[in-house]
């Protein structure tokens, strides 16, 4: 079945560098993808969002990037910080008609090294 | 702090056990969302509730059952109980059920049935 998973399991960045994150998705009618970040003994936490009408999308020190030619997402943190350590998932809404039935991917660990 | 209340925290029950989760969303949000996180499935849709009516369902066991009630809260019946639904289950809300509507979770129930 179509589904939403990511390239790297875990990703080490050295503090002060910039992060990326893939995301591949295989349904190509997915028109919204979300990024969530998950701290260790917490629940998911909002980062940033992309209509699928849009090829970039910026926050703040975050970016996502939607490439639908080859159905990829990325997730782009500038300037890593210790506190950004933890998994980042990305998710696609599973059906264009209704909205919040999320399917996740299997999530990225990231590690910031002093 | 997303402002999505879940009780209990822990819960440690035996097999064939009934339990429910509670879930208090944030204030003014019409939508709630349970969500299940297991090692093996990772983070996985269970069902959503839009002001007070089921919205969408998604790979929910027979056994399991939500309702939302007239004050918005929601909870979650998890029935006799197996080994396999050892896992973190997630309440997340949003104000409306439409597209872009950001959804935040809640910290999450840990259940261990043992």
């Known amino acids: 079945g179509e589904s939403v998973g990511l390239h790297l399991p875990t990703l080490s960045v050295q503090e002060g560098d910039n992060s990326i994150i893939n995301c591949a998705y295989s349904?190509?009618?997915?028109?919204?993808f979300i990024w969530y970040k998950q701290e260790s003994g917490k629940g998911p936490q909002f980062i940033i969002d992309i209509r699928s009408n849009m090829d970039k999308r910026q926050g703040q020190r975050v970016t996502v990037l939607l490439n639908k030619t080859v159905k990829h997402l990325s997730l782009q943190i500038a300037a890593t910080q210790p506190g950004d350590s933890a998994v980042y998932f990305c998710?696609?809404?599973?059906?264009?008609?209704?909205?919040?039935?999320?399917?996740f991917g299997a999530g990225t660990q990231v590690v910031v090294t002093p | 702090d997303s402002g999505v209340t879940q009780t209990p925290k822990h819960l440690i029950t035996a097999t064939g056990q009934r339990v429910t989760l509670r879930c208090s969303p944030r204030s003014g949000d019409l939508s709630v969302y349970w969500y299940q996180q297991s090692l093996d499935q990772g983070l996985q849709f269970l069902i959503q509730?839009?002001?007070?009516?089921?919205?969408a369902k998604g790979n929910i066991l027979e056994r399991f059952s939500a309702q939302q009630f007239p004050d918005l809260h929601s909870e979650l019946n998890l029935s006799s109980l197996e080994l396999g639904d050892s896992a973190l289950y997630f309440c997340?809300?949003?104000?409306?059920?439409?597209?872009?509507?950001?959804?935040?979770f809640g910290e999450g129930s840990w259940l261990t049935v043992v």
């Open positions: 997340a809300s949003s104000v409306l059920s439409t597209a872009g509507n950001t959804i935040y």
């Open positions: 998710a696609e809404n599973m059906e264009t008609d209704s909205w919040g039935k999320l399917q």
């Open positions: 509730y839009y002001n007070g009516e089921e919205r």
């Open positions: 349904n190509s009618a997915s028109d919204y």
